[in-house]
């Protein structure tokens, strides 16, 4: 499985990107789909999870409200649309398929079995 993730930039505080995460696989539907975030200096943070089917939605709390994950299964792709984006929101994101279902809280990475390479999103004051 190989994941490449794209659709970041520099962007100004309260605007919006939207990050895709297309997906090199057979069967994408197969795999729960994670977004992660990792700033300068700190730890890997869970974004955003959503279920084989796209019927169960995840999200950390600094996000809710303001990012939707969605994903196509059509097309192999998820998807993080980033809305009302936040000096704080800088970090390089990555996206992660886990096989089958989860069976435990989608937040953790160790989950998870394909990373893609990470896409930078920067955000300025």
């Known amino acids: 499985v190989q994941l490449q993730a794209s659709g970041g930039g520099l962007v100004q505080a309260g605007d919006s990107l939207r990050l895709s995460c297309a997906a090199s696989?057979?069967?994408?539907?197969?795999?729960?789909m994670g977004w992660f975030r990792q700033a300068p200096g700190k730890d890997r943070e869970f974004v955003a999870g959503i279920s084989r089917s796209g019927g169960s939605i995840y999200y950390a709390d600094s996000v809710k409200g303001r990012f939707t994950i969605s994903r196509d299964n059509a097309e192999n792709t998820v998807y993080l649309r980033m809305n009302s984006l936040k000096p704080e929101d800088t970090a390089i994101y990555y996206c992660?398929?886990?096989?089958?279902?989860?069976?435990?809280?989608?937040?953790?990475?160790?989950?998870?079995?394909?990373w893609g390479q990470g896409t930078l999103v920067t955000v300025s004051s």
């Open positions: 992660a398929a886990k096989g089958g279902a989860y069976t435990s809280g989608p937040d953790n990475y160790k989950l998870y079995d394909y």
């Open positions: 696989v057979r069967t994408f539907s197969n795999y729960a």
